[in-house]
């Protein structure tokens, strides 16, 4: 591989976005993440570099994937690559940001006059259509079928995994002290060897577009930190991280940069489920499908 000491190299990038770079991946059908330090909030209106965000999202999401696959939930995550890159299949993204909230917060409470921190009678699914230049605005199924961002039966299959996704993740943070108030997920479309097409978990569960709250002080540990800066985020995501056992106690910075050699010798994490099943899928790459 084309790599050098810090992971970056000069292989093709296909998209920079606000938090990850896309690159090409090693394998056909595949890509790389690379999880940049940048963090935006309220549309890219507010900016920063915060060190150590990318590592320790790269390292999180990495390790939720893994878990979910584990649950029978099918995920876009292969392995992780080094501190900040992890490869993943290429999918293609459906247009949808499917937002899953267990507790009232951020635009819920301004949209409907909520009180933050309310308990939801029951979790509520949303949907955002994917689209900077709009603010990804909340839209309906029938937006969704009207404008064939999905159709029903991959809608449907999005919501289930969502709420799978959520007894899941719900349980495992409240093992660790951490509430789980809401969240945001994105899928995507793999086609199989026969053309038979597959919604899987894509892009990243991580901190930044997580909420999570310490269940005994109800300190906010996730990007709210950034937003209203309520505090310094890496401590946040540090927290986080160390109760999922992915970090040593001490964290990863040294003098407000990362520890590089600490980081590097974080033990690599691999989806042996994802690779069991998909190794065939992979090394054809993914049939597209016929319009
Ligand atoms: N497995 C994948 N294959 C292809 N694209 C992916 C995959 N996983 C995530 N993506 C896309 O890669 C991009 C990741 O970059 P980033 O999260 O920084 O984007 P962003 O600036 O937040 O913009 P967006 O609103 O598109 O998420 C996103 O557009 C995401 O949808
Ligand atoms: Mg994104």
């Given at each position: ?18 938090a ?11 890509v790389?993440q ?18 150590g ?5 790269n390292r ?35 247009p949808?940001?499917?937002?899953v909230?267990?507790?009232a ?7 409907l ?15 955002y ?42 349980g ?10 809401d969240?945001?997920?994105?899928f ?65 910075m ?23 099943r ?14």
């Amino acid at each position: 591989m084309r790599k050098t000491g810090n992971g970056m190299s000069r292989r093709k990038k296909i998209y920079e976005g606000k938090a990850k770079i896309i690159y090409e991946g090693t394998e056909p059908g595949t890509v790389i993440q690379y999880f940049k330090d940048d963090a935006t909030a309220f549309n890219a209106q507010k900016k920063a570099v915060i060190a150590g965000k990318g590592v320790l999202n790269n390292r999180i999401s990495a390790h939720l994937m893994t878990k979910l696959e584990a649950m029978g939930i099918p995920t876009h995550f292969i392995r992780s690559i080094n501190m900040r890159e992890q490869l993943v299949r290429k999918v293609e993204i459906v247009p949808l940001e499917v937002v899953v909230r267990n507790i009232a917060a951020g635009s819920l409470c301004k949209r409907l006059g909520l009180p933050e921190g309310a308990v939801l009678g029951r979790p509520l699914v949303e949907y955002y259509f994917k689209n900077d230049a709009l603010g990804d605005p909340m839209v309906s199924e029938e937006h969704i079928f009207t404008f064939g961002w999905a159709d029903p039966y991959e809608l449907d299959e999005m919501v289930s995994m969502a709420w799978r996704v959520n007894d899941y993740l719900t349980g495992m943070f409240s093992g660790i002290g951490l509430k789980l108030v809401d969240f945001k997920l994105e899928f995507g479309r793999l086609w199989g060897e026969h053309g038979e097409l597959y919604i899987v978990l894509a892009d990243e569960i991580s901190p930044d577009n997580c909420r999570l709250w310490d269940a005994t002080t109800g300190e906010k540990l996730d990007k709210d930190r950034f937003r209203f800066d309520l505090g310094d985020l890496v401590e946040g995501y540090q927290y986080i991280a160390q109760k999922l056992g992915l970090v040593p106690e001490g964290g990863i910075m040294k003098g407000g940069t990362v520890d590089e050699a600490l980081a590097q010798d974080l033990s690599q994490i691999e989806n042996e489920l994802a690779r069991e099943r998909r190794l065939r899928d992979l090394k054809k790459g993914g049939k597209p499908r016929k319009n």
